[in-house]
């Protein structure tokens, strides 16, 4: 069965600094996500992205943060420059064409900010 | 705004007898409903839906939900559990009725299934 994959599984970064997290969808989906999960926290809906822009963000999702999808097969999360408080899992999800069509997630990258 | 409220932080079972593991939901209009499971250091996988039709559900591993437009709930049940499905589990909801989907979730119930 087709997966949605994230690199890496963990990423530590210093405060301050970029950080570009990875995320190979599943080939046929359309649609694109990211979402964040703070330890012990529950899972939040960051961003969406459909044919090359934005759909709908959260108000997370400020300033620092972007989403790109730079060829046919990666979708990236950019957090220029990161902040204690963006310590957190973040998951990759998409999902195909039709109405209401689930989600798929990927194992997520666990961010850890220094 | 839509919200989603799972009241238990863990339920607990024996092997073999059913589960139920409740979710509520708050929206505006007609509710597209999912449940997800979670298993340590992995993503969430998707477990079943509500759209529309039928109040009852089924979906993956045996699990199936309730939808209960009164009492604004979705609950997860299974009739018989397994150990293996000790895991989270994530209700959510969105309102969107096109591709692209919104998930609001609720804070995860982590069900133990004891030998």
């Known amino acids: 069965e087709p997966e949605v994959t994230q690199t890496p599984s963990h990423q530590v970064t210093q405060m301050g600094q970029e950080v570009i997290l990875r995320c190979v969808p599943i080939s046929n989906h359309l649609y694109f996500y990211w979402y964040r999960q703070i330890l012990g926290q529950k899972v939040e809906f960051l961003v969406s992205?459909?044919?090359?822009?934005?759909?709908?963000k959260s108000e997370i999702f400020d300033d620092q943060f972007s989403v790109e999808r730079p060829d046919g097969s990666n979708f990236t999360l950019k957090i220029r420059s990161t902040k204690l408080e963006d310590s957190a899992m973040y998951f990759c999800?998409?999902?195909?064409?039709?109405?209401?069509?689930?989600?798929?997630f990927g194992d997520g990258t666990r961010l850890s900010i220094l | 705004a839509q919200s989603v409220a799972q009241p238990e932080d863990q339920v607990n079972v024996a092997e073999g007898n059913p589960l139920t593991v409740k979710c509520t939901y708050s929206v505006s209009g007609n509710p597209y409903l999912f449940w997800y499971v979670q298993y340590p250091n992995r993503g969430l996988q998707f477990l079943l839906k509500y759209i529309t039709g039928d109040n009852l559900v089924k979906g993956s591993y045996g699990f199936e939900a309730e939808f209960n437009k009164s009492q604004t709930s979705f609950h997860l049940k299974k009739p018989s559990a397994l150990v293996s499905d000790s895991a989270l589990y994530f209700c959510?909801?969105?309102?969107?009725?096109?591709?692209?989907?919104?998930?609001?979730f609720g804070t995860g119930t982590r069900l133990l299934v004891s030998p």
């Open positions: 999800a998409s999902s195909g064409q039709g109405s209401v069509q689930p989600q798929h």
């Open positions: 992205f459909y044919n090359n822009e934005i759909s709908e």
């Open positions: 959510a909801v969105s309102l969107m009725n096109t591709g692209f989907q919104k998930l609001v």
